[in-house]
């Protein structure tokens, strides 16, 4: 797949802002609207662009905790990994679950929560009782330094 600079440029404007009017990204790009949208639609139909999505103020909602929760699991196997991944699906606390490597732990999760309360209440009450569960070391996010949806493109040759 080759994508050439309009391309790329269409991709840098939708990750700034999904909700510019494909007026608006023509006229940023430098390109009429009409082969913008073919652009966009072809973007999509290829699968770069995979959705879009609102992002919202987790501080203005009252969510004020976010914990970085590593997991690791009495076994590794695939029903195992299964029953633990759909049950964390169903959490809507859980904004980020990983299969990882290279650590003791198996799964990493990025949670956000009210406060230490709840956040005591749903690692004691949801977590540690999904099945095989061993071992839970639970971080807390101080500062976000770079917080990001944005993917880097400046890799992608031109012609």
């Keep these: 797949m080759i994508l050439d600079k309009l391309d790329t440029r269409i991709l840098q404007e939708l990750q700034k802002n999904g909700a510019i009017s494909n007026l608006e990204l023509a006229e940023a790009i430098g390109l009429s609207p009409t082969p913008c949208a073919r652009r966009v639609k072809q973007l999509r139909d290829l699968g770069i662009i995979d959705r879009q999505v609102t992002l919202l103020n987790a501080s203005k909602l009252e969510l ?38 290279g650590l003791s732990a198996d799964y990493q999760l990025k949670v956000v929560v009210p406060d230490m309360e709840y956040y005591q209440e749903f690692l004691l009450n949801k977590i540690t009782r999904i099945e095989g569960v061993t071992d839970v070391h639970s971080s807390f996010i101080l500062r976000e330094v770079v917080n990001s949806t944005k993917l880097p493109l400046n890799h992608i040759q031109h012609k």
């Design 64 to 101: 004020k905790l976010t914990a970085l929760i590593q997991i690791s699991m009495d076994r590794h196997t695939p029903d195992r990994f299964e029953i633990f991944e759909e049950k964390v699906k169903s959490y809507p606390e859980v904004i980020e679950c990983l299969l990882i490597t």
